[in-house]
Every structure is written in C-alpha cells, then in structure tokens.
C-alpha cells in the first residue's frame, strides 16, 4: 500500500556530513543537560509515600493537586486509581515530616476542598534503596536490550548495519533524556517504559531501511553504495509516512486527552517517534556507508564449475 511514489531518488547522502554534524551536536547537547542538570527523578526512583484515598462520588484532580500544593507538595502526583472515586497520591519525601502522620496530614489538606470528605484507605512508604533498585534494574533492562537488538541485527545482516542502527537509536533516546532534563520534567517509571518502547520501534524503521539496501544490492549491480542507500531510502518513504504518521495520530490522542498520568510517556513517545524517523534515515543510514558497506557483502558469487582433466 502506497500514498504516492517518487519517481526520481532523492539524493540524502548527498547532505549525510550535515545531517550527521547536526546529529552529533544535538547529542551533545542532550548529554550535557543530562550530566549538569540531571533527571527529575519521580517518587519511584527518589522514595517517597503513596496515599490512597476514597470518595462517595466522583472528584476533579486539580483541586486536589492545589490543596497539596499549598500544604507543601508542590511536585505531588494525584491520579484516578481504578475508578473516578479512587485517588492515588504520591509524595515526595520530606525532612520535616515523620511517614506515620502523612495519611493525617494529607487527610487535612484535601478537606479543605469542597466536595464529599475523604477517606484514607492505606499509606505506603517507597524506601530510596527501592528507587535505586528500580533505576538500576531499568539501566540494565534498556542495556540487554540494546545488546540483544545488535546481535539480532549483526546475525540478520552486517555488523556494519548492527553498529550504524544501534548508534542511530541510542542518539534517539538520549535525545529524549536530554528533553526531560532541559525542561525538568519529571521521569517516571512509565517514561522509561516509552524510551524502550522508541528504541525497538525505531529499530523497526532501520530493519526496513536495510532491508530494502540489501535487496537493492542484489538487484541493481549499476548502482554505487551512494545510489543503493538514496534508492532505497526513497522507495520506503510513502511506507514510512503511513506508519508513523498513524502512530503519532494514536500517540497524539493520548498526549492531548489521556491526562495527568499518560502525558509524560506519551511526550516521551512523541519526541522518541519524530526523532526515530530521522536517525533511521539520515543517521544510521550513513553511518553503514562510512562503514564500508558494500555490494560484495550481500551478493551471491557463483561457483566456478571445474572442466574434467583429459
């Protein structure tokens, strides 16, 4: 299926040394954000206390949310939990504050919104040993599968193609770090979930890509590296338009209308989408060129049939 076709190839790696400058200056950028201004880590990684309070009927968050916020939570996260009448707050941790009185002080501070009363139904402390488990299983999590993704790709194509692509997808979610860390949005355990989910999704675009070089390679024996990657790159164009512009269309949905809780993985989805489509074909796709990918690595050589010696 097709939107429309392109005639003529277009003559990306013609501008590769840009596009690729312009890549490398915004990782630099995004990994200097992430070493000097850091993450604001969400309570699942800091520690914290979670709250989880009951209504006879339905309640707006906002209020809730500007009741914490003049008692002192300002970066407290409220959300519905299993129905409109169940709220789950999480709270940062605080020097002042013993845990056992938080279920009492929260109690009072959403009192003092108008509505039904609130009933406090369990108070949870997360230890920061806990959060650091979290992060350190996460890191490791995101590790495995860059290392699984470059075997798989090495095994399927070319090392040179393995190396390109997983470079190409780690600039994309460094990138996404870098946004969290400039704007300090706070980095949960959801976001995290988002930034695995934008490298094997912009994995998927590169195996297309690659997948159309090796196949041109074999076909096009007229062609210079240059000219397979361009031909190759153009062919996959409408495909690449349909599929993520549906992605982004359901992403979008969610970012505008999923509320407080999906926002932020749905931001980390949106910036992950936007970037992933361009490391795919103007990072990782000069990269394997620079790399020595050749004609030579995917063609097949005929064997030499020996005459019978009289």
């Known amino acids: 299926m097709e939107f429309f076709r392109i005639k003529n190839d277009i003559p990306f790696m013609r501008h590769a040394l840009v596009f690729n400058i312009i890549s490398l200056l915004t990782f630099a950028v995004a990994v200097f954000f992430i070493v000097f201004r850091g993450l604001n880590l969400s309570v699942e990684f800091t520690g914290g206390t979670l709250v989880e309070v009951s209504y006879t009927e339905t309640v707006p968050l906002e209020p809730l949310r500007r009741a914490l916020a003049d008692g002192g939570y300002p970066d407290a996260q409220v959300q519905s939990f299993g129905s409109t009448r169940d709220i789950l707050i999480r709270l940062p941790n605080r020097a002042d504050t013993e845990t056992s009185k938080v279920g009492d002080q929260v109690k009072v501070m959403l009192s003092k919104v108008e509505g039904p009363e609130a009933t406090v139904r369990r108070v949870e402390f997360v230890g920061p040993q806990v959060g ?179």
């Open 132 to 310: 650091k488990e979290l992060a350190s299983d996460g890191a490791m999590a995101l590790l495995l599968l860059i290392i699984g993704i470059a075997i798989y790709l090495a095994f399927r194509f070319e090392w040179r193609f393995a190396v390109s692509t997983i470079i190409a997808n780690t600039h994309d979610c460094v990138i996404i770090l870098g946004f969290f860390a400039f704007f300090q949005w706070e980095f949960s355990l959801a976001v995290l979930a988002a930034v695995m989910a934008v490298l094997g999704y912009s994995i998927n675009e590169s195996v297309i890509v690659f997948d159309r070089v090796r196949e041109t390679f074999r076909k096009r024996r007229d062609m210079k590296t240059p000219e397979v990657i361009n031909h190759a790159i153009t062919r996959t164009i409408s495909r690449t338009v349909i599929t993520h512009a549906s992605t982004q269309a359901m992403v979008l949905s969610i970012l505008f209308f999923g509320g407080e809780t999906l926002y932020y993985f749905a931001l980390a989805l949106t910036i992950g989408i936007c970037f992933g489509i361009y490391s795919s074909v103007l990072v990782a796709s000069p990269l394997a060129m620079w790399l020595g990918v050749s004609r030579e690595q995917f063609a097949k050589t005929k064997a030499q049939k020996q005459e019978a010696v009289v």
